[in-house]
């Protein structure tokens, strides 16, 4: 890897307080995992390598990644046919798979020109190669071990679970390599939020349960949606933030094709019917009644929505961190929320069905 020697960094995260040069390595990772950051103020030369790696691989939006793996793991307890073995293959394919896409799609961006000094991305967040973290080298090489990891473990559910493995893993390949490359990356056209949907649902949720059990279930593809949606509302809001850059870019987010007010409101909607899908799902029997825990995640549903009811500000308030992405944080800290509420209830149905079983 190569560190910049004078280029310096602020690593803050949400709650503001600094992650500090001669901090103790595990506080700096997790700076990196829970935090965004921006550059000024912080040597990047001070961190150790693992920091350096979880900053460029944009670790801080892996968890969603992991929290589909948790909550396909729990589907899969629930139905009784769990294996850990399978699961832990699971959770850690789709994380390391995470950042092959995030990596991925910075040295796309980068060497297509969308990534250029005055783009928002520069802006919020350290870009592994525009700022010296990683050259192009060393980028591809990161991203050649990843691959290896991650082909080890298609190669292992391949072999466990045959041509559905192959389905899963082909599909996902296929949307990581559309997304942001090929003649039409799925980004330019307005796809690419629906594509997050597809991956983080049911992909990810439903085929992971696919993985553990070696089943395909209606159930875990339904109960995949409203955690698909809160990560659509994430890149949604991203792309809001970011739409008179792309526009000028010739990049056509959905937000660029349906308007600012538009993308707004479809991301109020999808908010909405997380909550309104849980429910129904429970009043079908498909889910637990525990499943309802989701509902204190809502203080962060509302203000999520209440921002997207009003337009950006010109410029950030006093100490926020991540700037232009204001949208985008709110969904991202909501679903966050959601995200552990939702397998906090997966956790409660899964226990009390064992229990329930053991008793009968």
């Not at 991925?104 to 991305?121: E, K, L, M, Q």
């Amino acid at each position: 890897m190569s560190r910049l020697k004078d280029n310096p960094i602020n690593l803050s995260i949400f709650d503001g307080s600094a992650v500090f040069m001669n901090a103790w390595r595990p506080i700096l990772w997790w700076g990196a995992l829970t935090g965004f950051y921006k550059p000024a103020a912080q040597d990047i030369a001070k961190l150790d390598t693992a920091s350096l790696f979880l900053y460029a691989a944009r670790s801080v939006i892996l968890v969603i990644s992991a929290q589909a793996a948790i909550i396909a793991g729990l589907l899969a307890i629930g139905a009784d046919h769990f294996d850990w073995l399978s699961f832990i293959g699971v959770l850690i394919g789709f994380v390391v798979a995470h950042m092959i896409s995030n990596l991925s799609n910075d040295y796309f961006g980068y060497a297509s020109g969308h990534d250029t000094p005055d783009s928002p991305r520069m802006r919020y967040t350290v870009h592994p190669i525009a700022s010296g973290l990683l050259d192009r080298r060393a980028l591809l090489t990161g991203l050649a071990i990843l691959a290896m990891i991650g082909l080890a473990i298609t190669i292992y559910f391949v072999n466990e679970r045959g041509v559905m493995a192959l389905a899963f893993a082909a599909g996902g390949v296929a949307l990581l390599i559309l997304y942001d490359a090929g003649p039409a990356p799925l980004k330019t056209i307005g796809l690419g939020e629906f594509a997050v949907l597809l991956v983080w649902g049911p992909l990810m949720v439903g085929g992971g349960f696919a993985m553990i059990t070696g089943q395909l279930s209606v159930d875990a593809m339904l109960a995949s949606l409203p955690y698909g949606l809160g990560v659509m509302t994430i890149l949604t809001g991203k792309h809001i933030d970011q739409m008179d850059f792309d526009r000028g870019r010739d990049i056509r987010t959905l937000p660029v094709l349906i308007g600012e007010a538009g993308a707004r409101r479809l991301n109020i909607a999808a908010i909405v019917a997380i909550y309104a899908i849980v429910v129904i799902l429970v009043g079908l029997g498909r889910l637990t009644p525990f499943a309802l825990i989701v509902a204190v995640a809502t203080p962060r549903a509302m203000h999520a929505i209440k921002l997207m009811r009003k337009l950006r500000p010109l410029a950030p308030p006093d100490g926020y961190i991540g700037w232009p992405l204001w949208y985008h944080r709110a969904c991202l800290q909501h679903n966050r929320v959601f995200g552990w509420a939702y397998i906090g209830g997966l956790a409660a149905g899964a226990a009390w069905h064992s229990l329930a079983s053991v008793s009968g």
